[in-house]
């Protein structure tokens, strides 16, 4: 690694060499030194979800901050693994890029980007059912090198669908991979019945006395409305994002008609609360 500055040095290959500066054992950051590739993970989540609301909030300054933050985890990353000898930047570069070409036949015939150019006729729902074929293969050529390790048995469709995934992305992603087997409701209006079904089953749990029941019950619900999204081509994520900032509006409104009456919310009936909520709605909040 090297210390000089080069006015010819890439952006990318200067951050490559910081990197490796802040892991040198002698002169690096005591913090930056002791970090795991796991370690890392609770890290790269919140950087994750910082870039999202940057974008949410269209704040374009701060999207380009975060991303930077984002990507210094992937070369974080690929620095700790090149040190223990596991894998490089350069390979992470390589392995995207292969699987981009690879994965867009349509526009890389035979998987070479020397072909670009020469691009079939194919619509975005072709793109899907291909990109999944295509996924699909590459599983099958890992597990027979032996490269994936997961809960379920490597002959499994869904066996390398992360657990560490946020529950209403993984329930979207398990539907979505069933459903290239075929196992999947053909119409949405069945779909809307088995939401209803499990609603139904809700409330009879709910009759009942057993948590472990309704615990079960709820779930299958929530489940079922992330299929209902699916269906629907509605993001899950963004939907409840959206529901989450509505309820936070109409809520800010509540407090603030309260505040201005010279009342404090506890004072108010749960009633005269939903009053102000209604009129929040019709507002357009």
Known sequence: MSTQTDDKVTATEKLLNVVALLRDKKHGCPWDIEQTLKSLTACTLE??????????????????????????????????????GLFSFAGVVTAITDKLIRRHPHVFPAGKLENFGNK???????????WEAIKQAERDEKIAKGGIKHLYQSSSVLHDIPLALPALERAK???????????????????????????????????????SAIHHELGDVLFSAVNMARHCKIEPENALRDANKRFERRFNYIEQIVEESGKRLSELTLAQMDQLWDKAKQSGL
């Open 120 to 130: 079939s006729r194919i619509n975005a729902q072709q793109v899907v059912v291909n």
């Open 47 to 84: 950087e994750v979800y910082e870039v999202v609301d940057a974008i949410e909030n269209d704040d374009m300054v701060q999207v380009e901050d975060e991303l930077g933050d984002l990507l210094f985890q992937v070369v974080f990353y690929a620095q700790i693994a090149e040190e223990e």
């Open 173 to 211: 992603k398990l539907q979505k991979r069933a459903a290239s087997t075929g196992f999947d409701w053909p119409e949405l209006a069945l779909v809307l019945d088995k939401l209803k079904e499990e609603i139904v089953e809700l409330e009879l749990a709910l009759s009942g006395d057993s948590e």
